[in-house]
């Protein structure tokens, strides 16, 4: 299954809506502050009984250089001391959960994120590694899924090397354009030299996959200048890349409001840069996983999406959904069973609960029944493009006409504007809908009435 799309500008003017990303159901906007560290023990006791494998990610907040597009819980700074005290946090963190976490439940996934993990000096990620290691069942070979996002004006052949000794397998190279206005514009001035040197390190130590991100809708870009981007990062040949739409939301992301918005390309010209880098990525032997996701054919996403065994948390597109998911650091999140739940964004408030021995957790929320049923249809549309509905009818005992049936006059004009096939029995997401999934998705979802749109960025 290759996920031919068919490009039609007036379906995606009409369908191009702001929404949720999906990588939980509920979203992380439904999170209150009624979940106390109490249900997150609670959860990982039962996790523990069940012995399900883990996904562990870990939040790296600090960057030494502020990008103006950027809108990730950071913490901006040229100090490196200041990881100091975090990385305490973190380590007590780490003892806290662990000590509710079984060691036959293996850590099949591992990431890094951030702000710019490679902050840290290599003794101090060597050290957290380890730390790691010690309380938590990591695999000893190199058939884990570890993964960790690089900046590569912060890393060289040595770095690379390092993060391969520790563990690592897989990277992720930040570069979002390689035209020097548009990296003028969102401040981040990155040569092509410097991501090229980082990508040939990582070939010659054997990691076993290299995404590239990529951002249209910066200032300064074109359709034109983006085409050479995306044509150069092609020519380095990533297993995937992930093309992301550049959300302007200034009153929510103060870096935001340095980007002069008349420098922000007009909603035609950046409809014209993801129509070239579908086609681009399509003729170069790239496969649309969905939701921004390209890969080649024999990476693990698209065998995943084969054997359909393609599943989001929030790392994205995984082929771990079987994997509890533990997030350690300011602001991750944790999806333990039925509990979703979220550590405090504030960086000095997390170091205070943990200094005291307290987790850091804000808020989240239990998920019921009702998620669990739209859960399953969202996730199966946004990773496979097709429904089957005897399956989700088996699974959870219902009638999905008569449960969907205030949906079915939205899911007949879908299928009449072209977006999908629709019978008795079945969804299935034709080519020029699977750009527009999200809105597809957002038919089943039960809080889209009372949600702020502002909140999301907009699909397309």
């Not at 939980?24 to 039962?46: C, K, N, R, V």
């Not at 992720?172 to 981040?188: H, L």
Request: a negative charge.
């Amino acid at each position: 299954m290759s996920n031919p799309i068919h490009w039609d500008a007036g379906l995606i003017r009409r369908y191009d809506k702001a929404g949720p990303r999906y990588t939980s159901y509920p979203t992380a906007l439904q999170f209150h502050e009624g979940i106390q560290p109490g249900d997150m023990l609670w959860a990982l006791a039962e996790s523990r009984r069940a012995g399900r494998d883990l996904s562990l990610y870990v939040h790296i907040p600090f960057c030494a250089n502020i990008c103006y597009y950027c809108a990730c819980n950071k913490v901006i700074t040229k100090d490196r001391s200041r990881a100091v005290p975090y990385l305490q946090a973190l380590y007590r963190e780490i003892e806290l959960l662990s000590e509710h976490v079984g060691r036959d439940q293996q850590v099949e996934q591992l990431h890094f994120g951030g702000g710019t993990p490679t902050f840290l000096s290599h003794e101090q990620m060597r050290g957290l590694v380890d730390k790691i290691r010690q309380h938590f069942t990591l695999h000893d070979d190199d058939i884990g899924d570890y993964s960790i996002e690089i900046d590569p004006r912060e890393a060289d052949w040595s770095t690379m090397g390092m993060l391969r000794e520790v563990g690592f397998n897989r990277v992720s190279f930040g570069v979002q354009d390689i035209d020097p206005a548009v990296q003028r514009a969102v401040n981040r001035l990155q040569s092509l030299e410097q991501t090229q040197t980082i990508m040939d390190a990582a070939r010659a130590l054997e990691y076993r996959s290299i995404n590239i991100d990529l951002i249209y809708g910066l200032p300064k870009q074109s359709p034109a200048s983006f085409a050479r981007t995306v044509d150069a990062i092609i020519q380095m040949r990533p297993e995937r890349l992930s093309i992301f739409n550049y959300a302007h939301m200034p009153e929510r992301f103060l870096p935001q409001r340095r980007i002069k918005s008349e420098d922000l390309p007009i909603a035609a010209a950046k409809l014209a840069m993801l129509e070239n880098s579908v086609r681009q990525l399509t003729e170069a032997g790239y496969r649309y996983i969905g939701m921004d996701h390209f890969a080649l054919p024999d990476d693990s996403l698209s065998l995943a999406q084969e054997t359909g065994e393609l599943h989001r948390n929030f790392q994205g597109y995984t082929t771990h959904g079987h994997c509890d998911l533990i997030g350690l650091g300011v602001s991750s999140i944790s999806q333990v069973g039925d509990l979703f739940s979220q550590n405090t964004s504030d960086i000095k408030a997390y170091q205070q609960c943990l200094g005291e021995s307290r987790l850091a957790i804000a808020r989240g929320l239990t998920s019921g029944p009702e998620d669990h049923l739209r859960r399953a249809i969202i996730f199966q549309l946004i990773c496979h493009f097709s429904l089957w509905f005897p399956d989700i009818e088996a699974r959870f005992g219902i009638v999905f006409r008569d449960v969907f049936a205030d949906r079915w006059p939205i899911l007949e004009q879908m299928q009449t504007d072209g977006l999908i096939r629709l019978d008795d029995d079945a969804i299935e997401v034709l080519p020029a809908g699977r750009l527009l999934v999200r809105s597809i998705c957002m038919v089943f979802d039960a809080y889209q009435q009372q949600a702020e749109n502002g909140r999301f960025s907009r699909i397309i």
